[in-house]
């Protein structure tokens, strides 16, 4: 406004009106509307006086407090329904972000429309909240995708315990079904009552029948392989002499994986060397050792895979030699594993190297008769409240030479 411009003119009225004028210069002529009566009929002489005194108190905020707001009368004019499709659209607008004016389009609406309390009590309720102008898209979005988040949250905890509920059912009534429990290693074998062995998938279909049928049985049966290997003991005609009398150790009615197996004896009190003699099955003799002070040797040659050999130990003592087995004793005898069941053992020992329970049953199932006591020696540290265990190692050590009685050896000449 001018200095010498003390009241609006026509074009300003208009301006005014229409709502063309800037938000400073629009508060500029509030307050000068506040005091000037004539410039106000001027503006608003044609409506409601009633709008006056509200014109007024609204002409008193300052630009500096407050941005630009609606008008008293353009808030009337909405309230009262009154108000083009174009105008409503404008206001409606400036309402969603300001909320001062949306704040007195409000209080003038339920002034001019009582609500019921019920119906007062859901405006303030949910439904209502979500629906004002100033909860725009993107707030209503973020909401939505917070709800979106704790249904998904809540629905998987819910799943999971009714999974986790399933899931113990399902094994308490597999549990129920299972017959025997075993730890190997660090693997559980289990066998339910039809059958089914768990915990050793790694190995082929007839070794794990193998498993499951020792399991399932309780008895672990002497291979023909050892029973070929147990020749009754030779008839003498006669008495025997007395000779003092020492036993060999291993490898006795067993098969062996080595090639050139150690093979091991009892000393002999007095005696100052020993010597070892390998045959085959037709008496040629195949390795001999030297004397030597030990109570073992290496055979010094590879033995052929398959095939049965036959041992004997002389023991020197002073002037005199004694040799052991000697009618009417059996003969010593071992058997070298075959290649093919020596690579399918390998195998095995790659893919389960800690099942002590596997390899125990195949190795007893070959002959291999003490690396089955081996491992079966340590499948019952593993399972001490298990009966199972100990009783297929005792029937692996069955299976070994009866200890020999007082006999006569046969002193070499």
């Known amino acids: 406004m001018d200095d010498g411009q003390q009241h609006l003119n026509e074009q300003q009225v208009e301006q005014f009106r229409l709502r063309r004028m800037s938000a400073s210069e629009k508060a500029m002529w509030e307050r000068h509307l506040a005091a000037c009566h004539d410039c106000l009929d ?22 500096e407090e407050e941005g630009f707001h609606l008008s008293m009368p353009e808030l009337q004019q909405y309230s009262s ?46 439904a209502h909240f979500w629906r004002r102008p100033a909860f725009g898209w993107p707030a209503r979005v973020a909401v939505a995708a917070v709800l979106l988040v704790f249904l998904v949250f809540f629905w998987g905890t819910w799943r999971h315990k009714n999974t986790s ?9 597999s549990d129920r079904s299972i017959v025997l429990r075993l730890q190997d290693g660090n693997t559980e074998v289990t066998l ?28 672990l049966s002497k291979p023909q392989v050892l029973s070929d290997l147990t020749e009754p003991a030779i008839k003498l005609m006669g008495k025997s002499g007395g000779a003092p009398q020492f036993g060999l150790v291993s490898p006795v009615a067993t098969v062996v994986a080595e090639e050139q ?6 000393p002999l009190r007095g ?18 050792s030297p004397f030597q002070p030990g109570t073992e040797w290496r055979v010094s040659v590879p033995l052929r895979p398959g095939k049965t050999y036959f ?24 058997r070298v594993l075959n290649s093919e069941a020596a690579a399918d053992l390998q195998r095995v020992r790659a893919l389960a190297p800690d099942s002590h329970l596997a390899l125990g049953i195949l190795y007893a199932r070959e002959g291999l008769r003490l690396d089955a006591e081996r491992e079966l020696e340590e499948l019952v540290k593993e399972n001490s409240q298990s009966q199972l265990p100990a009783k297929l190692l005792s029937d692996v050590r069955s299976w070994g030479p009866q200890k020999p009685s007082p006999t006569t050896t046969n002193p070499a000449q």
């Open 271 to 288: 005696a100052s060397a020993y010597s070892v003699a390998i045959f085959d099955p037709q008496f040629r003799p195949v390795a001999r």
């Open 165 to 173: 509920t399933d899931q113990l059912a399902q094994k308490a009534g």
């Open 81 to 126: 329904g009154s108000m083009d499709e174009a105008d409503r659209t404008i206001f409606e607008s400036h309402l969603e972000g300001c909320a001062a004016c949306r704040s007195q389009a409000e209080a003038l609406v339920n002034a001019r429309n009582p609500v019921p309390k019920e119906i007062a009590s859901e405006r303030h309720g949910w």
């Open 42 to 63: 001027r503006v608003y002489g044609d409506r409601d006086p009633s709008i006056v005194p509200d014109r007024l108190v609204e002409a008193l905020l300052l630009p």
């Open 311 to 334: 041992w004997q130990v002389t023991a020197r003592k002073g002037s005199k030699q004694i040799t052991v087995p000697a009618a009417p004793a059996p003969r010593a005898e071992f």
């Open 261 to 266: 197996p150690t093979l091991r004896w009892q």
């Open 192 to 219: 339910d009552k039809d059958g089914t062995l768990a915990g050793l998938e790694r190995l082929e279909p007839t070794e794990r029948n193998a498993v499951r049928d020792a399991l399932a049985s309780a008895t």
